[in-house]
C-alpha cells in the first residue's frame, strides 16, 4: 500500500496539483520593492481598535511602495462565524478610509489571486495537502480527544513539553495498511504535518518590528487539515500568502510564537517565507500599570465608540499613525501643509514592547483637527452626527443654519483657531446659549463684578445708550472703553493696574458683564460675534431673563 494509494482514497475527487495552482497564480506584474499586503480577518463582525491598527500599517505599508493591499476572508472556523460579519468588517473599515486594492468586496470580490474567502479555496488547500501525503511529508491522524489529553497528562506529570511530537506522535509510524482499513471502517481523522525540525536547534527570524529573534525549530506534527476538511488557519495562511504573492506578513505579536511552524510550512510546500512584521498589542495604563487595550473593559477599544461619541476619522487616523511610527508627530509638526500619504512608514520606529493607547490624546487631536476644518465643513458633518444621534439639536441647527455657521465660525479664520471642539458630542455643550430654545441659564458665572443692581445698570446703560449692531469691532470695543469709564472703571487694564485704588476694576470686568448676562458664561468666544449674531431683540431678552432672575 502505498503513500499515494491512501492520498487517492481520501482525495479521489482532487485531480489538480500543487503546481498547478502555483502556475495559474502567476507572479504579480508589481514594480522593484512593492509590497504586498493583506488583512485576514475572521468574519467575527466586530473591528476594534487594534484591527484598525494593523490594518492601517498594512494599507500604508503597500501604498508607500507602489503594493497591494487586498482583504482575504479567514473562515475556516465556523463557530466564530456571525450574520453579515463580512460586509461589517469591510464598512467598519470604510468608514476610517481604509479600503482594499483587491479581494472580497461587499458585492464580491475583485481581483485575479482569488477566491479570496477561505472556506471557498477547500480544494486549493486539499491538492497541496495531498501531494504532501504523497511525498510523506504528512500522514493521517486517528487520536481522538481523549487520547491527547491523555498525553497532556503524562507530559505534565514528567514535566515534558506539551504538544504531539516525537515519541508522542503514535499516528506516526501507522502503516499505510493500517490507515487504509481504518478509513475504510469510517473512522475520523485528521492530517498532520510530519515535522522535520529540531527543538535542540534554532531558527531565526528577521523580523521588521522586533529584530532578529532566535527561536527553537518547530517539531510539532501541528494539524493541517481538519476533521471537516478544511485546514487549520496555520496550513491556509500559508498556501494563501504563497498563491497571493503576499510579500510581507503584518500581524500581532501573540503570532510570534507560531513563526516557526509558518516556516516550516512555507518550506514544505516549496515557498518562499514572506518578510514578517509583529507588531505589539496597543496598551492601556490601568492603576499605573500597562494592559493591553480591552475589548471588554474599554469603551474606546470598539471603532464604534468613535462613531458614537462624534470624534472624526481623521483624527483617529492621525492618532494611530503617531502610536504606529515615533516619527510620524514631528513630521506633521514640520509639514503642516502635507498628509498621511506623504509621510513614509518605517518599521524601525514602531514600538517593540507595545504602544499606550492615550484617549486624551487622541482627543486632543481631534481638537486641532477639528479646528482646521471650514465653518461650513463642521456644520454639515454636525447635521449627519445630530440626525442619529441628538435629535432635538439636529432640529435646532437646522432651522438656525445661518447662525450655527456663523457661531462655529468664530475666531476660526485666524492663526490660532479656537479649539472648543474634541468631538461633534461636545458642540451642543460648547455653544448652547446660542439658541432661544435652549436658553435656560441655572447659573449666572459673574467673577469680578457681582453686584445685582450694577450688573442690571450696566447693562441697561449698554443697551440705552452704546449699543449699535452696525458698529465695527474697534468702534464696539471703545464703547466698553467709555462704559467702563462712565460705572467708575478703567478704559485700559494697564491704567488699572497702576492706580488701582482709582478705580472699581477695569474694562475687562465691563465685558466679563456683558459676556455673563447674555451667554451666563464666563467662558465663550469673541463676545462681539456673540452680540453680533444674537442682535438686540434676543439681547434684550436675555437681559430681561436675568433681571427675573435678579429680581
Keep these: ?71 482575504r476572508i479567514e473562515d475556516t472556523d465556523k463557530k466564530r462565524e456571525v450574520e453579515d460579519g463580512v460586509s461589517l468588517i469591510i464598512k467598519d473599515l470604510k468608514d476610517f478610509g481604509i479600503s482594499f486594492d483587491e479581494g ?153 510564537s507560531s513563526a516557526p511552524i509558518h516556516v516550516e510550512l512555507f518550506k514544505v510546500i516549496g515557498a518562499k517565507v514572506p518578510k514578517y512584521a509583529h507588531i505589539s498589542p496597543l496598551m492601556k495604563e490601568d492603576n499605573g500599570n500597562k494592559r493591553k487595550l480591552s475589548k471588554r473593559k474599554d469603551p474606546e477599544a470598539a471603532v464604534s465608540y468613535y462613531e458614537e461619541v462624534g470624534i472624526p476619522k481623521e483624527a483617529v487616523i492621525t492618532y494611530l499613525m503617531t502610536v504606529a511610527n515615533s516619527n510620524f508627530e514631528e513630521f506633521m509638526m514640520h509639514n503642516k501643509d502635507k498628509g498621511l500619504d506623504d509621510f513614509k512608514f518605517d518599521f524601525k520606529k514602531m514600538s517593540k514592547s507595545g504602544a499606550l493607547f492615550d484617549l486624551e490624546k487622541l482627543k486632543n487631536i481631534s481638537k486641532n483637527y477639528l479646528s482646521t476644518l471650514k465653518a461650513e465643513e463642521v456644520y454639515e458633518n454636525l447635521l449627519e452626527y445630530t440626525k442619529k444621534h441628538d435629535e432635538e439639536f439636529y432640529n435646532l441647527i437646522t432651522l438656525h443654519k445661518e447662525d450655527t455657521i456663523n457661531t462655529l465660525n468664530i475666531e476660526r479664520n485666524c492663526k490660532k483657531p479656537r479649539k472648543d471642539f474634541e468631538s461633534y458630542s461636545t458642540v451642543r455643550n460648547s455653544i448652547w446659549y446660542m439658541y432661544d430654545e435652549l436658553y435656560k441659564p441655572e447659573n449666572y458665572e459673574f467673577t469680578t463684578i457681582t453686584d445685582k443692581e450694577e450688573i442690571i445698570n450696566i447693562m441697561n446703560t ?40 482709582l478705580y472699581k476694576g477695569h474694562v475687562g470686568d465691563i465685558s466679563m458683564v456683558l459676556r455673563v448676562s447674555v451667554t451666563s458664561k464666563s467662558m465663550t468666544p469673541n463676545l462681539y460675534d456673540i452680540m453680533q449674531i444674537l442682535g438686540k431683540e434676543r439681547i434684550l431678552k436675555r437681559i430681561e431673563i436675568l433681571k427675573k432672575e435678579y429680581n
Design 1 to 71: 500500500m502505498t503513500n499515494k494509494e491512501i492520498a487517492d482514497l481520501i482525495f479521489s475527487h482532487i485531480t489538480k496539483d500543487a503546481e498547478y495552482y502555483k502556475n495559474l497564480y502567476k507572479d504579480r506584474n508589481l514594480s522593484e520593492g512593492a509590497i504586498v499586503t493583506r488583512y485576514a480577518p475572521s468574519p467575527t463582525g466586530f473591528i476594534h481598535m487594534g484591527a484598525l491598527y494593523a490594518s492601517l500599517i498594512c494599507k500604508k505599508v503597500a501604498h508607500d511602495t507602489n503594493g497591494i493591499f487586498f482583504l
Design 104 to 256: 472580497v468586496t461587499l458585492d464580491g470580490e475583485k481581483g485575479n489571486y482569488g477566491p479570496y474567502i477561505q472556506s471557498k479555496r477547500k480544494e486549493i488547500y486539499q491538492a497541496f495537502i495531498k501531494e504532501l501525503l504523497i511525498n510523506g511529508e504528512a500522514y493521517v491522524s486517528f487520536a481522538k480527544e481523549e487520547e491527547l489529553e491523555q498525553i497532556r497528562h503524562l507530559q505534565e506529570n514528567t514535566k515534558a513539553r506539551l504538544g504531539y511530537y516525537g515519541p508522542y506522535a503514535k499516528d506516526r509510524n501507522l502503516t499505510n495498511e493500517e490507515v487504509y482499513e481504518r478509513i475504510k471502517n469510517g473512522e475520523e481523522f485528521v492530517i498532520r504535518l510530519k515535522s522535520k525540525g529540531d527543538f535542540n536547534k534554532k531558527v531565526v527570524i528577521n523580523d521588521l518590528v522586533k529584530g532578529k529573534v532566535e527561536m527553537p525549530e518547530n517539531d510539532l506534527d501541528v494539524v493541517i487539515m481538519k476533521k471537516d476538511g478544511l485546514p487549520t488557519y496555520h496550513f491556509a495562511h500559508a498556501v494563501d500568502d504563497t498563491l497571493m504573492h503576499t510579500t510581507h506578513v503584518i500581524r500581532g505579536d501573540e503570532w510570534l
Design 462 to 501: 449698554y443697551m440705552e445708550k452704546y449699543f449699535d449692531a452696525n458698529d465695527t469691532q474697534e468702534v464696539w470695543f471703545d464703547k466698553m472703553k467709555d462704559l467702563a469709564s462712565e460705572f467708575g472703571y478703567a478704559k485700559e487694564v494697564k491704567e488699572y493696574k497702576n492706580n488701582p485704588d
